[in-house]
């Protein structure tokens, strides 16, 4: 997984409540094995018309949320199922840093695991954050070390449990961290051999 540790992007704004993880990864989109090829399908019912040619109302066809890799969203974002796909679309789509005042718990651990970072923020701070990139290219940059942003007129800290950021800061998954102790689990297995 890569690490992150300062992240500068342009910042896609998504005001709407209850985004659903059908939502964000179609059902039908899920047939693949592998952890890529996802961000296609993003949205997919927002961002494509029935034709299949990009909806042009929908918030991230926007010529000012192109290239995107901060996403603003409003209450409850991620909630529905537990499908970790969501967040392998979001981040095959490019998006590193998702804020919002509230994630579903699933999929909110479900970003960490896959290195995007989540960031919950006040509902008066998110608010003015989408204010501040409304209309226009905008530029946010989020820095894990110190649990700072920062962009244009608009700054704020944020907490992060201290386990998920080493993770996030060394570019570890569940998998990596437990590979850290493997020569002590090596030395374990040496002592309790039967």
Not at 161 to 186: A, F, H, Q
Request: aromatic share 12%; glycine share 8%; net charge negative.
């Amino acid at each position: 997984m890569e690490a992150l540790r300062k992240h500068g992007g342009n910042v896609a704004v998504m005001d709407r409540v209850n985004v659903d993880t059908d939502q964000i990864i179609p059902k039908q989109f899920l047939k693949r094995v592998e952890r890529t090829g996802f961000g296609q399908f993003l949205f997919y019912d927002w961002r494509f018309l029935e034709d299949g040619v990009e909806n042009p109302a929908f918030e991230l066809n926007q010529p000012e949320a192109k290239g995107a890799s901060i996403l603003v969203a409003a209450h409850n974002f991620g909630c529905g199922s537990s499908r970790e796909h969501a967040p392998w679309a979001l981040q095959d789509y490019g998006f590193r840093v998702i804020i919002a005042p509230s994630f579903a718990d699933i999929f909110y651990s479900n970003c960490f695991k896959n290195g995007i970072l989540p960031i919950r923020l006040p509902e008066v701070d998110v608010q003015a954050l989408m204010n501040q990139a409304a209309g226009k290219r905008f530029i946010l940059n989020v820095d894990l070390e110190d649990q700072t942003m920062e962009g244009g007129a608009f700054s704020s800290s944020f907490e992060v449990d201290t386990y998920w950021k080493e993770m996030l800061l060394n570019g570890w998954d569940e998998i990596s961290l437990t590979l850290n102790y493997e020569s002590r689990i090596s030395s374990f297995e040496k002592e309790h051999t039967v």
